[in-house]
C-alpha cells in the first residue's frame, strides 16, 4: 500500500470507530451517573436523594442494568459544584443529575458538559430558559411553583370557609399573619408568596400581614425570626405561612419555646419532619410533591439519556425539556369544638 493509500485507510477507519458509538452504547450494561447536590444538610433534597437511590437499586433489579450513583454535597459553594462536574466527566460519567447551586449561573456546568457531550438533568433550582435552551440535552425535573403556592392557600381558604373561627382565632374579622421566604434567587420564594397570599384573597380570607421575613429555607433561621416577632406582636398572630416545611416547623419551634398554642401553621414540601409535625397536630398542613415520582422522572430521564434511548411516555415533558412533578394537599384532620 502506498504511503497515500494507507492514510486514507486509517482514516477511514477512524471514520467508522467513531460511527460505531451509538452501537456500543446499545450494548451497555452499565451506567454511571454523576449527582450534585446544592446543598447535602437540606431536609427537602435529602429526602429526595434516598428516594433516588431506591429508584436506582430499582431500576437495576428491574432492568438487569448496573447503576452507579457517584453523590456529591457541594456545601452550598458553585465553585465546588463545577469541581464536581469536572470530575464526574473525567470518571466517565454517562450523564449528570444536578441540583444547582445558583440556578442563574448553570453557564459554566452546562459548557462543561456540552464539550464532553454528557446529558444534564437538573432539578429542585430551575436554570434560567436562556440556558436550558442551549442544548437538546439539557433537562429539569421540578414543582410548578404556582401551583404549589395556589394549593397552599386553598387549604387555608376551605378551612375559613368551613369553620372561620378555626384560622381567625380572635374572632375580630381579620386573620393576621406573618410571612417566612426562602432564598430570595429561588424560584420558588417568590412565586410561592406572591400566589398563596393571592389565593387567600381570591378565597375570601380577611387577612392582614403583620411582618414576614426571610430565612433560607432553614429551621433554625425561622425559629429566631418568629421568636422576634412573638415578642413584638404578642397574642397578635394567627397564622404562619411559610415556603417550606422546615421554616415552618422553625416557627412552632419558637410558639412552643414561647407557650402559644393554636396558631395555624403551613408549609410546603412534605418532608419527613413535617409530615411527623402533622401527625402530632403542630402543623395545619403541607403541600407535598410526590417524592417517588420526582425521583423516578429524575432517575428515569437520566438512565434514557445514559443508555442514548428516548424519554419513556410515563415522563410527559413540557417544551421538550421541564417534568412537572404531581403535588397534594396533606391535612391534618380539624377539631372544631
Ligand atoms: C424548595 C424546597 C425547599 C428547599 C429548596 C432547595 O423547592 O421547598 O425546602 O429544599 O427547594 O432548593
Redesign the pocket.
Known sequence: MSGRKRLLFLGVCMLLTACQGPQNEEQKTSVRIGISL??GD????NNIRSVLEEKAKEYERENGIRVTLDIQDAKGSQNTQNNQVERFIALGCDVLCI?PVDRMDASVIIDKAMTAGVPVVFF??QPVEEDMNRWDQLYYV??D?KE?AVLQGQMVVELYQEHPSAVDLNGDGVVSYVLLE??SS?Q?SLI?TEWSIQTLKDGGVPIEKITGGIAN?ERSQASALMEQWLAAYPDTIELVVS?????ALGAIDALDRAGVTGVNVVG??G?TPGMEALENGKLLGTVS?NKEIYASAVMGLAVSCAMREPIPEEYPLTDGTYYWTPQEILIRQINTK
Do not use: C, Q
Open positions: 446544592y446543598r437540606d431536609t427537602f433534597i441540583n429542585n433550582r421540578g414543582v411553583a404549589t426562602g432564598e429561588h420558588d410561592r429555607w415556603n417550606n416545611d422546615d421554616m410546603i414540601d418532608t410533591a
